[in-house]
T-cell receptor, first 114, second 112 residues
Framework: KQEVTQIPAALSVPEGENLVLNCSFT??????LQWFRQDPGKGLTSLLL?????REQTSGRLNASLDKSSGRSTLYIAASQPGDSATYLC?????????????FGAGTILRVKS | DARVTQTPRHKVTEMGQEVTMRCQPI?????VFWYRQTMMQGLELLAY????????DSGMPKDRFSAEMPDATLATLKIQPSEPRDSAVYFC??????????FGSGTRLTVV
């Protein structure tokens, strides 16, 4: 059974800092990994999708890496801003035959102080 | 997300009442997922459909929950009878080729 863990559970940083959020998964047989952002009381917004054959994806100040063999992904946020404050969720999708289930981590609550 | 519309956004109901939540995907998305989010359990998959047929509903309490896709533009999740432990945010999601999953804004359900 796939399990996804996110560390740290919460993070508070001053504006302008670069930061790294960590995600680990127990079963390396994944199809892809997706990072989401969730603002309080809102739905999930997709940030980055990394296919199992890829090593990283970038979008603006965000960079996500994937090391499938070690079961790890990181989300790097450069020059953090107060508007980045949210909960960040990592989710993995299993290979075909394991269903279409997205398994989520518990999330990292990020607060960027101005 | 503009691709998925969920209604109602908020629902407060008394224990024992029937609750129906709706998800309207854009026509052409044939795989629909229902997730539930609570503080204790995080995000859990309840059920998903492809081409309107249920493929996996193992995460759903079948004695009180039912999920259907009456047509290609509408998916519903029904709870009857509702219980306080059903209080959660329920999300509908679509799988989009090369994009991954896109989620609706959710229905926040409170059962008192």
């Amino acid at each position: 059974k796939q399990e996804v863990t996110q560390i740290p559970a919460a993070l508070s940083v001053p504006e302008g800092e670069n930061l790294v959020l960590n995600c680990s998964f127990t079963d390396s047989a994944i199809y892809n990994l997706q990072w989401f952002r969730q603002d309080p009381g809102k739905g999930l917004t997709s940030l980055l999708l990394i296919q199992s054959s890829q090593r990283e994806q970038t979008s603006g100040r965000l960079n996500a890496s994937l090391d499938k063999s070690s079961g790890r992904s990181t989300l790097y946020i450069a020059a953090s801003q107060p508007g980045d404050s949210a909960t960040y969720l990592c989710a993995v999708k299993g290979m075909a035959g394991y269903g279409n289930k997205l398994v989520f981590g518990a999330g990292t609550i990020l607060r960027v102080k101005s | 997300d503009a691709r998925v519309t969920q209604t109602p956004r908020h629902k407060v109901t008394e224990m024992g009442q029937e609750v129906t939540m709706r998800c309207q995907p854009i026509l052409g998305h044939n795989t629909v997922f229902w997730y539930r989010q609570t503080m204790m359990q995080g995000l859990e998959l309840l059920a998903y459909f492809r081409n309107r047929a249920p493929l996996d509903d193992s995460g759903m309490p079948k004695d009180r929950f039912s999920a259907e896709m009456p047509d290609a533009t509408l998916a519903t999740l029904k709870i009857q009878p509702s219980e306080p432990r059903d209080s959660a945010v329920y999300f509908c999601a679509l799988r989009v080729l090369n994009y991954g999953y896109t989620f609706g804004s959710g229905t926040r359900l409170t059962v008192v």
